[in-house]
């Protein structure tokens, strides 16, 4: 079964036509489902809930123009930044729904300035929408599709899986807040292959929930492959919302362009949970401020007490995060701005098992000095060597170091058992 947009659609405003394009999809999912097409067009119109066995299908030239209404948008009661509660329901949304398709060459638009704004100002009463959050649902390809304007994360996949995430293109502006591009959370089975994402936080910042979350749930068996990352806070990103744990990622032959960092892992004491076998392969990276920042004194997210970031060894408890079991291969890195390589595990429970092999990291020749990552009381660097402290059988095979000024090793404390060395070119 098939409906045609502009069958249904009134074109008189947008809560008219949100219900009549949500009858519209009532009709195809009690009918056991087909195709909703949008041909070329602007439709304006505020959130949507899409139900199982729909496909929405973007025709070139359609633009799904959602409105910045804040007053249109349901409150859904969700996850925000990894804490249960309240929150505006996406642009697109789904909920225990199965067998859904995003698709075409068209695009979909969060009008997402006056949401930044409203941000900045303090003025919103609930957190953001996302742009396509999908709720306890498996069984779901987005492909095709340009995704902009996104009013907070781009696509949000929580407690889901059995995702295909195909050749679409994410654009946010660099300046705007929170605009991540995709977030797994909490989710699994996930192919994330073919995209262009250029967005204002990390291009996909894999996470599971913290501390303070309710129905805590792992994010694995994610592979992320073929993919451009164009500016934004990182390339691909774990954390800091990993309470839940990550297992078993593998990032291959990707380009990060201009991220602030490359591969990112971020946590504290406090977020419980693990993170291990992650798997990086065959990468160019250029003009990122740290190529590899792997950080467990990450205290910008959530409350730091209980000597959360102190330097000085503390009890383990189920409340300290272990980090193990990571692969870094083939990577060429040109132009780093800041470090050529940042990691600070816990004096007591230090980053395990991590090995870096074949990688050449080549400094800019730049004055300009950056934070290689955020902790507390850091210095700032430029064509700075190595940080590397709180590690725990670390192999460094044909690391090589190009056109750094001053000596290699920055910092090269509490590393047990460290096999090879780097070198500098």
């Not at 008219?16 to 602007?42: M, P, R």
């Not at 696509?155 to 591009?181: A, Q, R």
């Amino acid at each position: 079964m098939e409906i045609n947009v502009q069958d249904v659609y009134p074109d008189s405003n947008v809560v008219e036509n949100t219900q009549d394009i949500q009858n519209a999809v009532e009709q195809l999912y009690q009918n056991g489902g087909g195709t909703l097409y949008w041909q070329a067009g602007i439709y304006n119109i505020s959130s949507i809930e899409i139900k199982s066995n729909v496909t929405f299908y973007l025709d070139a030239g359609a633009k799904i123009q959602f409105t910045d209404d804040a007053s249109t948008f349901p409150v859904v009661y969700s996850r925000w930044e990894g804490v249960n509660r309240d929150m505006y329901r996406a642009c697109i949304y789904s909920k225990n729904a199965h067998n859904i398709e995003i698709t075409g060459n068209g695009t979909i638009d969060g009008a997402g300035a006056k949401w930044w704004q409203d941000f900045r100002n303090k003025s919103i009463s609930y957190p953001r929408p996302f742009l396509i959050s999908l709720e306890d649902s498996h069984d779901i390809k987005i492909t095709g599709i340009t995704l902009t304007n996104s009013p907070a994360w781009t696509i949000h996949p929580l407690n889901s899986f059995h995702i295909e995430i195909n050749g679409i293109y994410i654009k946010n502006p660099v300046d705007s807040p929170n605009t991540d591009g995709i977030d797994p959370d909490s989710s699994r089975d996930i192919r994330i292959t073919n995209c262009l994402i250029d967005d204002g936080d990390d291009c996909i910042a894999i996470k599971s929930g913290t501390e303070n979350s309710t129905n805590l749930a792992p994010s694995q068996d994610i592979f992320i492959t073929n993919n451009i990352f164009a500016h934004g806070h990182g390339g691909v990103v774990l954390g800091s919302e990993m309470s839940g744990s990550i297992h078993n990622i593998v990032i291959s032959d990707n380009i990060m362009q201009e991220t602030d960092r490359g591969i990112r892992l971020k946590t504290r004491r406090g977020r419980g949970g693990n993170i291990s076998h992650i798997v990086a392969n065959n990468l160019i990276m250029d003009k990122v401020i740290t190529p590899f920042a792997f950080n467990t004194f990450y205290g910008k997210s959530g409350g730091t007490q209980n000597n959360y970031l102190s330097e000085e060894a503390q009890p383990i408890t189920e409340l300290t995060p272990s980090v193990n079991n990571i692969s870094m291969n083939n990577i060429i890195v040109t132009n780093a701005l800041s470090t050529a390589t940042f990691i600070k595990g816990l004096p007591e429970q230090p980053i395990t098992n991590m090995t870096l092999a074949n990688i050449s990291i080549t400094m800019a020749d730049n004055d300009q000095k950056y934070e290689p990552e955020m902790v507390d009381n850091i210095n700032k660097y430029a064509q700075a060597g190595l940080i590397i402290e709180g590690t725990k059988n670390l192999v460094l095979n044909n690391f090589n170091v190009n056109n750094i000024k001053g000596q290699l090793w920055l910092n090269q404390n509490n590393n047990i058992n460290l096999v090879g060395n780097a070198q500098q070119n």
